[in-house]
Protein backbone atom coordinates (compact mmCIF):
# COMPACT_ATOMS: atom_id res chain seq x y z
CA UNK A 1 0.00 0.00 0.00
CA UNK A 2 1.59 3.51 -0.55
CA UNK A 3 3.43 5.16 1.21
CA UNK A 4 3.99 9.55 1.73
CA UNK A 5 6.79 11.14 2.96
CA UNK A 6 7.40 14.75 3.14
CA UNK A 7 10.45 16.21 2.20
CA UNK A 8 10.44 19.44 3.12
CA UNK A 9 13.43 19.51 5.68
CA UNK A 10 16.96 20.77 4.83
CA UNK A 11 16.90 21.94 1.05
CA UNK A 12 20.39 24.05 -0.81
CA UNK A 13 18.90 27.42 -2.49
CA UNK A 14 21.01 29.43 -4.56
CA UNK A 15 19.52 32.58 -5.08
CA UNK A 16 19.65 35.82 -7.50
CA UNK A 17 22.86 36.93 -5.52
CA UNK A 18 24.21 33.33 -6.66
CA UNK A 19 25.15 32.42 -2.64
CA UNK A 20 24.00 29.78 -1.08
CA UNK A 21 22.08 29.01 2.22
CA UNK A 22 20.37 26.26 3.68
CA UNK A 23 16.46 26.86 3.67
CA UNK A 24 13.13 24.42 4.57
CA UNK A 25 10.08 24.38 2.55
CA UNK A 26 7.91 26.27 1.51
CA UNK A 27 10.26 28.69 -0.01
CA UNK A 28 10.52 31.92 -1.81
CA UNK A 29 13.07 34.35 -2.46
CA UNK A 30 10.34 37.13 -2.76
CA UNK A 31 9.14 37.34 0.58
CA UNK A 32 10.47 40.53 0.78
CA UNK A 33 11.41 42.62 -2.57
CA UNK A 34 7.69 41.49 -3.49
CA UNK A 35 6.09 43.29 -1.33
CA UNK A 36 8.13 47.05 -0.53
CA UNK A 37 7.03 48.73 -4.24
CA UNK A 38 9.11 49.81 -7.05
CA UNK A 39 7.64 47.54 -9.16
CA UNK A 40 11.60 45.78 -9.42
CA UNK A 41 11.45 42.25 -7.63
CA UNK A 42 13.61 39.92 -8.38
CA UNK A 43 12.34 37.75 -11.33
CA UNK A 44 14.49 34.71 -12.77
CA UNK A 45 15.58 31.34 -12.01
CA UNK A 46 17.02 30.30 -8.69
CA UNK A 47 17.97 26.52 -8.13
CA UNK A 48 16.85 24.45 -5.06
CA UNK A 49 19.01 21.53 -4.50
CA UNK A 50 18.86 18.42 -1.85
CA UNK A 51 20.67 15.07 -1.27
CA UNK A 52 18.41 12.14 -0.65
CA UNK A 53 18.90 8.61 0.55
CA UNK A 54 17.71 5.78 -1.18
CA UNK A 55 14.28 5.11 0.27
CA UNK A 56 13.13 1.46 0.88
CA UNK A 57 10.63 0.50 -1.49
CA UNK A 58 10.08 -3.39 -2.22
CA UNK A 59 10.97 -4.86 -6.01
CA UNK A 60 7.22 -4.42 -7.04
CA UNK A 61 7.05 -1.06 -5.74
CA UNK A 62 7.38 2.28 -7.59
CA UNK A 63 8.33 5.68 -5.88
CA UNK A 64 7.17 9.38 -7.03
CA UNK A 65 8.17 12.65 -6.73
CA UNK A 66 5.25 15.06 -5.87
CA UNK A 67 5.55 18.68 -6.02
CA UNK A 68 2.36 20.83 -4.33
CA UNK A 69 3.14 23.88 -6.09
CA UNK A 70 6.32 25.28 -7.85
CA UNK A 71 6.00 29.35 -9.00
CA UNK A 72 6.45 29.70 -12.08
CA UNK A 73 8.22 27.24 -14.21
CA UNK A 74 10.29 24.01 -12.98
CA UNK A 75 12.70 22.04 -14.01
CA UNK A 76 14.04 18.98 -12.25
CA UNK A 77 16.62 16.64 -12.58
CA UNK A 78 17.20 13.42 -10.32
CA UNK A 79 21.17 12.39 -10.35
CA UNK A 80 21.56 14.66 -13.58
CA UNK A 81 19.10 12.84 -15.73
CA UNK A 82 15.79 15.25 -17.02
CA UNK A 83 12.68 13.82 -15.07
CA UNK A 84 10.71 16.98 -17.19
CA UNK A 85 9.43 20.35 -16.91
CA UNK A 86 6.24 22.39 -15.33
CA UNK A 87 4.62 25.24 -16.58
CA UNK A 88 2.32 26.66 -14.32
CA UNK A 89 3.14 27.46 -10.66
CA UNK A 90 -0.04 26.95 -8.77
CA UNK A 91 -0.85 23.31 -9.14
CA UNK A 92 0.73 20.12 -8.28
CA UNK A 93 2.96 17.67 -10.78
CA UNK A 94 4.39 14.19 -10.57
CA UNK A 95 7.75 12.10 -11.72
CA UNK A 96 8.10 8.63 -11.79
CA UNK A 97 12.05 8.45 -10.42
CA UNK A 98 12.08 4.60 -8.88
CA UNK A 99 14.54 4.02 -12.41
CA UNK A 100 16.56 6.89 -11.71
CA UNK A 101 17.44 6.14 -8.15
CA UNK A 102 20.81 5.36 -6.34
CA UNK A 103 21.91 4.39 -2.94
CA UNK A 104 22.52 8.28 -3.03
CA UNK A 105 20.73 10.92 -4.94
CA UNK A 106 21.60 14.58 -5.98
CA UNK A 107 17.59 16.25 -6.77
CA UNK A 108 17.86 19.70 -8.54
CA UNK A 109 14.95 21.94 -9.11
CA UNK A 110 14.94 25.02 -10.77
CA UNK A 111 12.00 27.30 -10.22
CA UNK A 112 11.55 30.16 -12.35
CA UNK A 113 9.51 33.11 -12.35
CA UNK A 114 10.79 35.32 -15.41
CA UNK A 115 9.30 37.53 -17.05
CA UNK A 116 7.74 35.95 -20.94
CA UNK A 117 4.97 35.36 -23.30
CA UNK A 118 3.46 32.08 -22.66
CA UNK A 119 3.24 31.11 -18.85
CA UNK A 120 0.33 33.30 -16.60
CA UNK A 121 0.40 35.39 -15.17
CA UNK A 122 2.27 37.86 -16.52
CA UNK A 123 0.90 41.42 -16.23
CA UNK A 124 -1.71 41.50 -12.75
CA UNK A 125 -1.96 43.15 -9.78
CA UNK A 126 -0.30 40.89 -7.40
CA UNK A 127 3.40 39.90 -6.33
CA UNK A 128 3.99 36.57 -8.30
CA UNK A 129 6.71 35.01 -5.73
CA UNK A 130 9.08 32.71 -7.20
CA UNK A 131 10.38 29.51 -5.33
CA UNK A 132 9.25 25.97 -3.99
CA UNK A 133 6.32 27.49 -2.13
CA UNK A 134 4.64 24.52 -1.30
CA UNK A 135 5.26 21.24 0.06
CA UNK A 136 6.98 18.52 -1.71
CA UNK A 137 6.61 14.57 -0.86
CA UNK A 138 8.31 10.68 -1.98
CA UNK A 139 5.09 8.75 -2.72
CA UNK A 140 5.74 4.95 -2.68
CA UNK A 141 3.13 2.61 -4.68
CA UNK A 142 2.61 -0.55 -5.93
CA UNK A 143 3.41 -1.11 -9.51
CA UNK A 144 0.19 -1.74 -9.95
CA UNK A 145 -1.81 1.64 -8.34
CA UNK A 146 -4.36 4.19 -8.90
CA UNK A 147 -3.41 6.69 -11.65
CA UNK A 148 -0.71 8.99 -10.88
CA UNK A 149 0.41 10.18 -14.13
CA UNK A 150 -2.15 12.23 -15.57
CA UNK A 151 -2.23 16.03 -14.77
CA UNK A 152 -1.40 15.46 -10.98
CA UNK A 153 -5.13 14.08 -10.39
CA UNK A 154 -5.76 11.83 -7.43
CA UNK A 155 -6.66 8.39 -10.07
CA UNK A 156 -10.17 9.01 -8.40
CA UNK A 157 -13.54 11.26 -9.45
CA UNK A 158 -16.73 11.43 -7.75
CA UNK A 159 -19.89 12.91 -9.01
CA UNK A 160 -22.41 12.61 -6.60
CA UNK A 161 -26.13 13.94 -6.98
CA UNK A 162 -29.35 14.02 -4.63
CA UNK A 163 -32.42 12.88 -6.18
CA UNK A 164 -36.34 11.71 -5.07
CA UNK A 165 -36.50 15.25 -3.53
CA UNK A 166 -33.31 15.08 -1.84
CA UNK A 167 -33.68 12.26 0.10
CA UNK A 168 -31.20 9.71 -1.46
CA UNK A 169 -27.93 10.46 -3.35
CA UNK A 170 -26.71 8.79 -6.60
CA UNK A 171 -22.90 8.76 -6.69
CA UNK A 172 -21.28 7.85 -9.84
CA UNK A 173 -17.25 7.11 -8.36
CA UNK A 174 -14.53 6.73 -11.56
CA UNK A 175 -10.90 5.52 -11.05
CA UNK A 176 -8.19 4.93 -13.22
CA UNK A 177 -5.04 2.40 -12.20
CA UNK A 178 -2.12 1.11 -14.71
CA UNK A 179 -2.91 -2.74 -13.44
CA UNK A 180 -3.43 -4.49 -16.68
CA UNK A 181 -4.22 -8.04 -14.86
CA UNK A 182 -7.47 -9.91 -15.81
CA UNK A 183 -7.90 -11.22 -11.96
CA UNK A 184 -8.12 -7.26 -10.82
CA UNK A 185 -11.06 -5.65 -8.84
CA UNK A 186 -11.82 -2.10 -7.70
CA UNK A 187 -13.74 -2.21 -4.60
CA UNK A 188 -15.44 0.73 -3.92
CA UNK A 189 -16.58 2.21 -0.40
CA UNK A 190 -18.76 4.88 0.28
CA UNK A 191 -18.53 5.93 4.22
CA UNK A 192 -20.43 8.72 6.48
CA UNK A 193 -18.65 11.07 8.67
CA UNK A 194 -18.97 9.02 11.44
CA UNK A 195 -16.70 5.96 9.20
CA UNK A 196 -20.14 3.70 8.80
CA UNK A 197 -20.16 2.06 5.17
CA UNK A 198 -23.29 4.13 3.18
CA UNK A 199 -23.03 2.35 -0.10
CA UNK A 200 -20.41 -0.27 -1.85
CA UNK A 201 -19.30 -1.73 -5.19
CA UNK A 202 -17.18 -3.39 -7.64
CA UNK A 203 -15.94 -1.82 -10.72
CA UNK A 204 -13.55 0.86 -11.96
CA UNK A 205 -16.48 2.77 -12.50
CA UNK A 206 -19.71 2.41 -10.31
CA UNK A 207 -22.96 4.07 -9.63
CA UNK A 208 -24.17 3.74 -5.77
CA UNK A 209 -26.98 4.96 -4.27
CA UNK A 210 -26.94 6.51 -0.64
CA UNK A 211 -30.54 5.75 1.30
CA UNK A 212 -31.59 9.01 3.58
CA UNK A 213 -28.68 10.89 1.85
CA UNK A 214 -27.44 14.00 4.04
CA UNK A 215 -26.34 16.81 2.13
CA UNK A 216 -23.85 18.95 2.01
CA UNK A 217 -25.83 22.22 3.16
CA UNK A 218 -22.88 24.80 2.85
CA UNK A 219 -22.21 26.91 6.16
CA UNK A 220 -25.07 25.27 7.87
CA UNK A 221 -23.87 21.96 7.40
CA UNK A 222 -21.27 20.69 5.65
CA UNK A 223 -21.76 16.97 5.53
CA UNK A 224 -19.12 15.18 4.16
CA UNK A 225 -18.36 11.34 2.73
CA UNK A 226 -15.34 9.52 1.87
CA UNK A 227 -14.99 7.38 -0.70
CA UNK A 228 -12.27 5.12 -0.84
CA UNK A 229 -11.02 2.68 -3.57
CA UNK A 230 -8.69 -0.47 -3.19
CA UNK A 231 -7.22 -2.05 -5.85
CA UNK A 232 -6.76 -5.66 -5.41
CA UNK A 233 -5.19 -8.27 -7.43
CA UNK A 234 -5.37 -12.10 -6.70
CA UNK A 235 -7.15 -11.18 -3.75
CA UNK A 236 -4.33 -9.31 -2.76
CA UNK A 237 -4.97 -5.26 -2.13
CA UNK A 238 -2.29 -3.39 -3.88
CA UNK A 239 -3.26 0.33 -3.80
CA UNK A 240 -5.92 2.37 -1.96
CA UNK A 241 -6.94 6.02 -2.45
CA UNK A 242 -9.54 8.08 -1.17
CA UNK A 243 -11.16 11.31 -1.34
CA UNK A 244 -14.01 13.33 0.90
CA UNK A 245 -17.30 14.46 -1.18
CA UNK A 246 -20.33 15.97 -0.36
CA UNK A 247 -24.12 15.53 -1.79
CA UNK A 248 -25.57 18.77 -2.90
CA UNK A 249 -26.80 20.45 -6.34
CA UNK A 250 -26.84 23.66 -6.96
CA UNK A 251 -28.19 26.28 -9.85
CA UNK A 252 -28.70 29.80 -10.54
CA UNK A 253 -31.56 31.96 -12.26
CA UNK A 254 -30.70 35.20 -13.56
CA UNK A 255 -34.18 36.61 -11.81
CA UNK A 256 -33.66 34.84 -8.59
CA UNK A 257 -30.44 34.29 -8.05
CA UNK A 258 -28.24 31.25 -6.63
CA UNK A 259 -30.03 28.23 -5.14
CA UNK A 260 -28.11 25.55 -3.25
CA UNK A 261 -30.59 22.12 -2.89
CA UNK A 262 -33.38 23.57 -4.05
CA UNK A 263 -33.44 26.75 -1.78
CA UNK A 264 -32.42 30.42 -2.25
CA UNK A 265 -28.99 30.87 -0.91
CA UNK A 266 -27.59 34.55 -1.75
CA UNK A 267 -23.99 33.94 -2.46
CA UNK A 268 -22.15 37.10 -0.65
CA UNK A 269 -18.57 36.59 0.52
CA UNK A 270 -14.85 37.49 -0.35
CA UNK A 271 -12.12 36.88 -2.64
CA UNK A 272 -8.62 35.26 -1.26
CA UNK A 273 -4.99 36.02 -2.22
CA UNK A 274 -2.82 33.49 -0.84
CA UNK A 275 0.18 35.84 0.40
CA UNK A 276 1.27 36.94 4.04
CA UNK A 277 3.94 39.77 5.46
CA UNK A 278 7.20 38.59 5.15
CA UNK A 279 6.56 35.20 3.81
CA UNK A 280 5.06 35.75 0.47
CA UNK A 281 2.98 32.83 -0.43
CA UNK A 282 5.23 30.55 1.22
CA UNK A 283 2.02 29.21 3.93
CA UNK A 284 1.70 26.37 6.67
CA UNK A 285 -1.44 25.13 7.44
CA UNK A 286 -1.77 27.19 10.34
CA UNK A 287 -1.63 30.24 8.21
CA UNK A 288 -4.24 29.15 6.10
CA UNK A 289 -6.53 27.88 9.27
CA UNK A 290 -6.36 31.37 10.43
CA UNK A 291 -7.36 32.05 6.72
CA UNK A 292 -10.25 30.51 7.65
CA UNK A 293 -11.05 31.44 10.74
CA UNK A 294 -11.08 35.06 10.01
CA UNK A 295 -13.29 34.38 7.12
CA UNK A 296 -16.49 32.27 9.05
CA UNK A 297 -16.05 35.14 11.93
CA UNK A 298 -17.49 37.70 9.26
CA UNK A 299 -20.38 35.10 8.27
CA UNK A 300 -19.17 34.45 4.80
CA UNK A 301 -20.80 31.52 2.71
CA UNK A 302 -18.79 32.21 -0.30
CA UNK A 303 -14.94 32.56 -1.55
CA UNK A 304 -13.88 33.58 -4.84
CA UNK A 305 -10.10 32.04 -4.77
CA UNK A 306 -8.03 34.51 -6.86
CA UNK A 307 -6.45 34.52 -9.34
CA UNK A 308 -4.98 30.63 -9.50
CA UNK A 309 -5.23 27.60 -7.90
CA UNK A 310 -4.58 27.63 -4.33
CA UNK A 311 -3.15 24.80 -1.83
CA UNK A 312 -5.28 21.99 -1.70
CA UNK A 313 -5.60 21.73 2.19
CA UNK A 314 -7.46 25.30 1.70
CA UNK A 315 -10.12 23.54 -0.50
CA UNK A 316 -10.51 20.92 2.19
CA UNK A 317 -11.12 23.99 4.50
CA UNK A 318 -13.87 25.23 2.20
CA UNK A 319 -15.27 21.95 2.12
CA UNK A 320 -15.34 21.41 6.12
CA UNK A 321 -16.59 24.82 6.96
CA UNK A 322 -19.63 25.04 3.76
CA UNK A 323 -17.98 27.42 1.71
CA UNK A 324 -19.60 27.96 -1.77
CA UNK A 325 -16.40 28.47 -4.08
CA UNK A 326 -15.61 29.95 -7.47
CA UNK A 327 -12.11 28.55 -8.49
CA UNK A 328 -10.36 29.87 -11.46
CA UNK A 329 -6.84 30.04 -13.53
CA UNK A 330 -4.38 33.12 -14.03
CA UNK A 331 -5.58 33.70 -17.40
CA UNK A 332 -5.40 37.70 -16.69
CA UNK A 333 -4.77 41.07 -18.07
CA UNK A 334 -4.06 40.07 -21.13
CA UNK A 335 -4.08 37.81 -23.85
CA UNK A 336 -0.72 36.33 -24.81
CA UNK A 337 -0.89 34.35 -28.11
CA UNK A 338 1.80 31.82 -27.11
CA UNK A 339 -0.01 31.24 -23.96
CA UNK A 340 -3.37 29.44 -24.94
CA UNK A 341 -1.61 26.24 -24.18
CA UNK A 342 -1.16 27.06 -20.44
CA UNK A 343 -4.20 28.15 -20.27
CA UNK A 344 -5.40 24.94 -21.52
CA UNK A 345 -3.13 22.92 -19.28
CA UNK A 346 -3.79 25.07 -16.66
CA UNK A 347 -7.47 24.48 -16.40
CA UNK A 348 -7.19 20.52 -16.92
CA UNK A 349 -4.80 20.88 -14.11
CA UNK A 350 -7.42 22.94 -11.82
CA UNK A 351 -10.15 20.61 -12.69
CA UNK A 352 -8.74 17.35 -12.35
CA UNK A 353 -7.14 17.70 -9.23
CA UNK A 354 -10.01 19.81 -7.40
CA UNK A 355 -13.11 17.83 -9.29
CA UNK A 356 -13.67 15.97 -6.18
CA UNK A 357 -14.02 19.14 -3.50
CA UNK A 358 -17.61 19.74 -2.88
CA UNK A 359 -17.21 23.42 -1.59
CA UNK A 360 -16.67 24.23 -5.80
CA UNK A 361 -19.78 25.22 -7.86
CA UNK A 362 -17.73 27.25 -10.98
CA UNK A 363 -14.80 27.58 -13.28
CA UNK A 364 -13.57 30.68 -13.82
CA UNK A 365 -12.30 31.13 -17.02
CA UNK A 366 -10.42 34.38 -17.05
CA UNK A 367 -10.08 37.84 -15.00
CA UNK A 368 -9.65 41.14 -16.30
CA UNK A 369 -8.38 39.99 -19.92
CA UNK A 370 -9.66 42.85 -21.74
CA UNK A 371 -7.41 45.65 -19.73
CA UNK A 372 -5.09 44.90 -22.05
CA UNK A 373 -6.64 43.18 -25.08
CA UNK A 374 -9.66 44.23 -26.72
CA UNK A 375 -12.12 42.23 -28.65
CA UNK A 376 -9.08 40.35 -30.48
CA UNK A 377 -10.28 37.06 -32.18
CA UNK A 378 -7.74 34.88 -30.71
CA UNK A 379 -8.45 36.03 -27.35
CA UNK A 380 -12.27 35.33 -27.96
CA UNK A 381 -11.61 32.08 -29.36
CA UNK A 382 -9.23 30.89 -26.47
CA UNK A 383 -12.22 31.76 -23.65
CA UNK A 384 -14.64 29.69 -26.10
CA UNK A 385 -12.22 26.99 -25.81
CA UNK A 386 -11.78 26.93 -22.28
CA UNK A 387 -15.35 27.46 -21.83
CA UNK A 388 -15.94 24.13 -23.84
CA UNK A 389 -13.78 22.48 -22.29
CA UNK A 390 -14.58 23.20 -18.75
CA UNK A 391 -18.39 21.55 -19.82
CA UNK A 392 -16.75 18.26 -21.42
CA UNK A 393 -14.36 17.71 -18.33
CA UNK A 394 -17.24 19.01 -15.91
CA UNK A 395 -20.70 18.40 -16.69
CA UNK A 396 -21.97 19.20 -13.25
CA UNK A 397 -20.30 23.20 -12.71
CA UNK A 398 -21.03 26.13 -14.42
CA UNK A 399 -18.72 28.73 -16.05
CA UNK A 400 -17.84 32.12 -15.51
CA UNK A 401 -15.38 34.78 -15.46
CA UNK A 402 -14.62 38.31 -14.19
CA UNK A 403 -14.53 41.22 -16.48
CA UNK A 404 -13.16 44.72 -16.06
CA UNK A 405 -14.68 48.11 -15.37
CA UNK A 406 -13.81 49.05 -18.72
CA UNK A 407 -15.56 46.13 -20.29
CA UNK A 408 -18.65 47.07 -21.16
CA UNK A 409 -22.04 45.56 -21.15
CA UNK A 410 -22.15 44.65 -25.11
CA UNK A 411 -18.51 43.41 -25.05
CA UNK A 412 -18.78 39.91 -26.75
CA UNK A 413 -16.05 37.96 -24.14
CA UNK A 414 -18.74 38.55 -21.39
CA UNK A 415 -20.96 36.42 -23.02
CA UNK A 416 -19.08 33.74 -23.67
CA UNK A 417 -19.25 31.97 -20.07
CA UNK A 418 -22.45 30.90 -18.30
CA UNK A 419 -22.81 33.52 -15.52
CA UNK A 420 -20.74 36.34 -15.87
CA UNK A 421 -19.14 38.78 -13.03
CA UNK A 422 -17.73 42.56 -12.86
CA UNK A 423 -15.05 43.81 -11.10
CA UNK A 424 -16.05 47.32 -10.70
CA UNK A 425 -14.93 49.67 -8.18
CA UNK A 426 -17.86 52.63 -8.96
CA UNK A 427 -17.61 54.92 -5.57
CA UNK A 428 -13.37 54.34 -5.59
CA UNK A 429 -11.82 54.59 -8.54
CA UNK A 430 -14.49 56.86 -10.01
CA UNK A 431 -16.97 59.24 -8.08
CA UNK A 432 -20.58 58.28 -7.29
CA UNK A 433 -21.94 55.23 -4.92
CA UNK A 434 -25.46 55.81 -7.25
CA UNK A 435 -23.58 54.36 -10.25
CA UNK A 436 -23.47 51.02 -8.87
CA UNK A 437 -26.96 50.99 -9.00
CA UNK A 438 -27.82 52.32 -12.16
CA UNK A 439 -25.09 49.73 -13.84
CA UNK A 440 -27.04 46.50 -12.11
CA UNK A 441 -30.04 48.09 -13.12
CA UNK A 442 -28.64 48.78 -16.48
CA UNK A 443 -27.31 45.31 -17.32
CA UNK A 444 -30.58 43.67 -15.55
CA UNK A 445 -32.42 45.17 -18.07
CA UNK A 446 -30.81 44.87 -21.09
CA UNK A 447 -29.63 41.03 -20.66
CA UNK A 448 -32.89 40.19 -17.77
CA UNK A 449 -31.71 36.20 -19.08
CA UNK A 450 -28.20 36.87 -18.02
CA UNK A 451 -26.80 35.58 -14.35
CA UNK A 452 -24.75 38.70 -13.13
CA UNK A 453 -22.41 38.84 -10.33
CA UNK A 454 -20.24 41.51 -8.67
CA UNK A 455 -16.63 39.51 -8.46
CA UNK A 456 -14.57 42.93 -6.77
CA UNK A 457 -15.34 45.60 -5.42
CA UNK A 458 -14.11 47.29 -2.74
CA UNK A 459 -11.72 50.39 -1.50
CA UNK A 460 -8.29 51.25 0.07
CA UNK A 461 -8.33 51.43 3.90
CA UNK A 462 -5.35 52.08 6.07
CA UNK A 463 -5.68 51.64 9.64
CA UNK A 464 -3.55 54.78 10.73
CA UNK A 465 -4.90 57.15 8.39
CA UNK A 466 -8.97 58.85 9.54
CA UNK A 467 -11.06 61.38 9.07
CA UNK A 468 -14.24 62.98 10.88
CA UNK A 469 -14.95 64.21 6.78
CA UNK A 470 -13.51 60.96 4.93
CA UNK A 471 -13.63 61.72 0.74
CA UNK A 472 -12.62 59.28 -1.72
CA UNK A 473 -9.05 58.27 -2.26
CA UNK A 474 -7.90 59.60 1.13
CA UNK A 475 -7.19 56.05 2.19
CA UNK A 476 -9.25 56.46 5.41
CA UNK A 477 -10.42 53.51 7.45
CA UNK A 478 -13.62 55.40 7.67
CA UNK A 479 -14.57 56.27 3.95
CA UNK A 480 -13.77 52.12 3.21
CA UNK A 481 -16.41 52.02 6.08
CA UNK A 482 -18.88 54.25 4.30
CA UNK A 483 -18.44 52.66 0.69
CA UNK A 484 -19.28 49.13 1.84
CA UNK A 485 -21.86 50.47 3.66
CA UNK A 486 -23.51 51.59 0.77
CA UNK A 487 -22.38 48.53 -1.37
CA UNK A 488 -24.14 46.29 1.66
CA UNK A 489 -27.58 48.37 1.24
CA UNK A 490 -27.24 48.13 -2.39
CA UNK A 491 -26.88 44.35 -3.03
CA UNK A 492 -29.45 43.54 -0.36
CA UNK A 493 -32.08 45.49 -2.86
CA UNK A 494 -30.74 43.26 -5.66
CA UNK A 495 -31.24 39.28 -4.56
CA UNK A 496 -31.25 38.40 -8.58
CA UNK A 497 -27.36 38.79 -8.25
CA UNK A 498 -25.81 35.17 -8.14
CA UNK A 499 -22.69 36.16 -6.43
CA UNK A 500 -20.65 39.10 -4.62
CA UNK A 501 -17.34 38.82 -3.44
CA UNK A 502 -15.50 41.81 -1.94
CA UNK A 503 -12.21 42.85 -2.69
CA UNK A 504 -10.41 41.59 -0.13
CA UNK A 505 -10.88 39.67 2.33
CA UNK A 506 -6.75 40.64 3.55
CA UNK A 507 -4.44 43.13 2.27
CA UNK A 508 -2.15 41.90 0.31
CA UNK A 509 1.06 42.42 -1.58
CA UNK A 510 1.29 44.12 -5.25
CA UNK A 511 4.68 45.64 -5.35
CA UNK A 512 3.78 47.98 -8.32
CA UNK A 513 1.37 50.08 -6.35
CA UNK A 514 2.20 53.16 -4.19
CA UNK A 515 -0.91 53.84 -1.76
CA UNK A 516 -1.51 54.82 1.30
CA UNK A 517 1.92 55.63 2.71
CA UNK A 518 2.73 52.10 2.40
CA UNK A 519 4.16 50.80 -1.32
CA UNK A 520 4.09 47.28 -2.52
CA UNK A 521 0.68 46.81 -1.02
CA UNK A 522 -3.05 47.04 -1.77
CA UNK A 523 -5.05 47.86 0.74
CA UNK A 524 -8.59 46.80 0.03
CA UNK A 525 -8.53 44.07 2.68
CA UNK A 526 -11.03 43.90 5.61
CA UNK A 527 -8.16 42.58 7.15
CA UNK A 528 -4.73 43.82 7.22
CA UNK A 529 -1.54 41.94 5.90
CA UNK A 530 -0.21 40.73 8.93
CA UNK A 531 -4.00 39.24 9.76
CA UNK A 532 -3.21 41.11 13.37
CA UNK A 533 -5.87 44.40 12.41
CA UNK A 534 -9.72 44.04 11.33
CA UNK A 535 -10.70 46.93 10.14
CA UNK A 536 -13.98 48.63 10.85
CA UNK A 537 -15.32 46.88 7.70
CA UNK A 538 -14.72 43.53 8.83
CA UNK A 539 -16.77 44.11 11.74
CA UNK A 540 -19.80 45.96 9.22
CA UNK A 541 -19.80 42.30 7.17
CA UNK A 542 -20.10 40.92 10.29
CA UNK A 543 -23.08 42.69 11.63
CA UNK A 544 -24.82 41.74 8.15
CA UNK A 545 -23.79 38.26 7.71
CA UNK A 546 -22.77 36.54 11.10
CA UNK A 547 -26.41 35.76 12.82
CA UNK A 548 -24.65 33.21 15.24
CA UNK A 549 -22.54 34.82 17.50
CA UNK A 550 -23.65 38.55 19.36
CA UNK A 551 -20.91 41.11 18.76
CA UNK A 552 -20.78 44.61 19.32
CA UNK A 553 -17.74 47.14 17.53
CA UNK A 554 -17.27 50.96 18.28
CA UNK A 555 -16.22 52.27 14.85
CA UNK A 556 -13.00 54.72 14.17
CA UNK A 557 -11.35 53.26 17.95
CA UNK A 558 -7.77 54.48 16.12
CA UNK A 559 -8.64 57.54 15.53
CA UNK A 560 -8.81 58.71 19.33
CA UNK A 561 -7.75 62.26 19.16
CA UNK A 562 -11.06 64.66 17.95
CA UNK A 563 -11.10 68.50 17.52
CA UNK A 564 -14.36 68.46 17.41
CA UNK A 565 -17.14 69.14 20.26
CA UNK A 566 -18.77 67.06 19.32
CA UNK A 567 -19.01 63.73 18.06
CA UNK A 568 -20.93 60.31 16.08
CA UNK A 569 -20.05 57.31 17.19
CA UNK A 570 -20.97 54.17 15.11
CA UNK A 571 -21.19 50.97 16.49
CA UNK A 572 -21.58 47.65 14.36
CA UNK A 573 -23.96 45.08 15.46
CA UNK A 574 -25.97 42.17 14.60
CA UNK A 575 -27.84 42.79 18.05
CA UNK A 576 -31.27 44.33 18.11
CA UNK A 577 -30.77 46.44 20.23
CA UNK A 578 -27.47 48.63 21.60
CA UNK A 579 -26.92 50.88 24.79
CA UNK A 580 -24.08 53.27 24.46
CA UNK A 581 -22.16 54.74 27.98
CA UNK A 582 -19.95 57.77 28.20
CA UNK A 583 -17.50 57.40 31.31
CA UNK A 584 -20.16 55.13 33.07
CA UNK A 585 -23.28 57.78 32.14
CA UNK A 586 -25.89 56.33 29.64
CA UNK A 587 -26.18 58.43 26.18
CA UNK A 588 -28.89 56.27 24.76
CA UNK A 589 -30.13 52.58 23.86
CA UNK A 590 -31.28 52.44 20.16
CA UNK A 591 -33.02 49.83 18.55
CA UNK A 592 -32.27 48.80 14.80
CA UNK A 593 -30.32 46.48 12.37
CA UNK A 594 -26.20 46.75 11.40
CA UNK A 595 -25.57 50.40 12.45
CA UNK A 596 -25.83 52.54 15.49
CA UNK A 597 -25.35 56.12 15.66
CA UNK A 598 -25.13 58.14 18.97
CA UNK A 599 -23.88 61.62 19.66
CA UNK A 600 -20.88 61.95 22.15
CA UNK A 601 -20.07 65.45 23.76
CA UNK A 602 -16.43 65.74 23.84
CA UNK A 603 -14.67 67.67 26.73
CA UNK A 604 -11.63 65.54 27.75
CA UNK A 605 -10.72 62.67 27.69
CA UNK A 606 -13.66 59.90 27.04
CA UNK A 607 -14.17 55.84 28.13
CA UNK A 608 -16.83 54.63 25.67
CA UNK A 609 -18.74 51.28 26.24
CA UNK A 610 -21.27 49.87 23.70
CA UNK A 611 -23.54 46.62 25.45
CA UNK A 612 -26.40 44.28 23.71
CA UNK A 613 -26.76 41.70 26.54
CA UNK A 614 -23.41 40.03 26.76
CA UNK A 615 -21.31 41.38 24.54
CA UNK A 616 -19.70 45.06 25.05
CA UNK A 617 -16.80 47.27 23.10
CA UNK A 618 -14.81 49.93 24.63
CA UNK A 619 -13.24 53.18 22.94
CA UNK A 620 -11.83 55.51 24.00
CA UNK A 621 -11.86 59.45 22.60
CA UNK A 622 -10.02 62.49 23.46
CA UNK A 623 -10.75 66.18 22.60
CA UNK A 624 -7.79 67.60 20.70
CA UNK A 625 -6.91 71.61 20.45
CA UNK A 626 -5.65 70.58 16.77
CA UNK A 627 -6.06 67.59 14.14
CA UNK A 628 -3.29 64.89 14.69
CA UNK A 629 -1.31 65.16 11.73
CA UNK A 630 -0.72 60.97 12.13
CA UNK A 631 -4.11 60.42 10.50
CA UNK A 632 -3.84 62.56 7.23
CA UNK A 633 -1.68 60.70 4.16
CA UNK A 634 1.88 62.54 3.97
CA UNK A 635 3.44 63.22 0.44
CA UNK A 636 1.83 62.95 -2.71
CA UNK A 637 -0.78 60.81 -2.65
CA UNK A 638 -1.90 58.77 -5.78
CA UNK A 639 -5.16 58.78 -4.93
CA UNK A 640 -7.31 55.97 -5.83
CA UNK A 641 -5.36 55.58 -9.18
CA UNK A 642 -5.84 52.07 -10.32
CA UNK A 643 -2.72 50.17 -10.64
CA UNK A 644 -2.81 49.98 -14.70
Known amino acids: MRKTVNINRDWRFTGPDGQASGV ?114 LITVNKDHFDMDYMGGPGISVTPRPVDSYSRGEVSVETWNNCEDENAVVRIRLLDAEGAVAAEGKGRNVDLTIPSVHLWNGVEDPYLYTAEAVLIVDGVEKDAVSTRFGVRDFSYDAKKGFFLNGRAYPLRGVSRHQDRKGIGNALTPEMHREDMDLICEMGVNTVRLAHYQHDQYFYD ?103 VSWNLYLGWYVPGFRLNDLWIDFFHKVYPNRCLGFSEYGAEAMTNLHSSHPKRGDQTEEYQALYHEYMLECFEKRPFMWATHVWNMFDFAADARDQGGEPGMNHKGLVTFDRQIKKDSFYLYKAWWNHRDPFV ?56 RAVSGAAEDTAVFIRADKPNPDYKLKGKSSNSTNWV
Open 24 to 137: DLPHTWNAVDGQDGGNDYWRGTCLYEKDLEKPVFAPDERVYLEFRGVNASARVKLNDTLLGTHDGGYSTFRYDITDVLAEENHLQVWADNSVNDRVYPQKADFTFYGGIYRDVY
Open 317 to 419: LCDERGMVVWAEIPYISEHMPNGRENTISQMKELIIQNYNHPCIVCWGVSNEITISTKDNADMLDNHRVLNDLCHEMDRTRFTTLACYAMCGPFNKVAHITDV
Open 553 to 608: HICSKRFRDRTESEIEVKVYSNCEEVTLYCDGEKIGTQKGSHIFRFKVPMKGRHEL
